[in-house]
Structure formats: C-alpha cells, structure tokens
C-alpha cells in the first residue's frame, strides 16, 4: 500500500484491493475508477469485456490510430459513468487504478478515448497509479 495518500485516493486503493480478488480468471488485471464529489464517492466502475453503445460517442483508437469504439470493451471510467448516470461531470474528480496480477497497483492512465470522455463530461481532474505504484493526475 501506499502511504500518505490523500483520503480521496487512500479509500480508492483500498477498495481496489477489496475487489481485485474477487475478479475473473480471464483478466489479466482489473480496472477501476472512482467517481468523487469533493470527499464523497458517487460512482464506481470495473473494466468489463462487453461493448457498451455510448462507446461510439468518444474516440476509442488502437494503437494504429484505427477507431475500435464498436469492438473495445466497456472500461471502467465508462462503466463509473454510465453506474453515475449524468451527462455532465463538472467539478467532479476521477480516480483510477489498477491492480496487476501480482496484486499490486500498475499503471492506470486513461486511454484516448476515456480522455475524450472525461474532457466531454468536464471532469474537473483526474488522479491514476503509474508503474511505480504512486499517483499521477491531470487537470482540466
């Protein structure tokens, strides 16, 4: 675990690990994003492999630039969203981590069409694991 964290991401860590062990031997990793209002939880979501139609809003590309958001699974800042049910995100805050097989934290940054997302939904900043298991963040 991570030591002196902020409340807002020390309750995210520790629900990560609450629910990494509950996740499906297929995946490799799990996923998950915190919705906060300020120090309130509102939304959590879990990476899943099912297609979800509101990825065709936002820009899902693979690594070829080729857009993929009718083939790519439902990832956990859009499940957050869709469990939270607005279509505007101002002032809220986005957490992500990811815990890796090793049960440790990884590296969690939004892909490029969750950025699309977040900046389309104004999420006021986001906060995600990086490989050296501490936070990064972005701001908008």
Do not use: W
């Not at 690594?63 to 939270?84: D, P, Q, W, Y």
């Not at 002032?91 to 992500?96: A, E, F, H, I, S």
């Amino acid at each position: 675990m991570i030591a002196n964290l902020p409340k807002n991401l020390s309750r995210a860590v520790e629900i990560s690990y609450a629910f990494a062990g509950k996740r499906s031997l297929k995946q490799r990793c799990r996923h998950f994003s915190f919705i906060f209002d300020r120090s309130r939880l509102v939304s959590m979501g879990v990476n899943n492999y099912k297609t979800h139609p509101l990825n065709m809003r936002y820009n899902y590309v693979n690594r070829h630039n080729h857009r993929i958001s009718c083939f790519v699974g439902t990832h956990s800042e859009m499940s957050a969203v869709i469990k939270l049910g607005e279509d505007c995100c101002k002032g809220l805050t986005l957490v992500n981590t990811r815990i890796n097989r090793k049960n440790e934290l990884d590296y969690s940054c939004p892909c490029k069409g969750c950025l699309d997302m977040i900046v389309k939904l104004g999420f006021k900043s986001v906060f995600y694991t990086t490989k050296d298991m501490k936070f990064a963040s972005m701001e908008f």
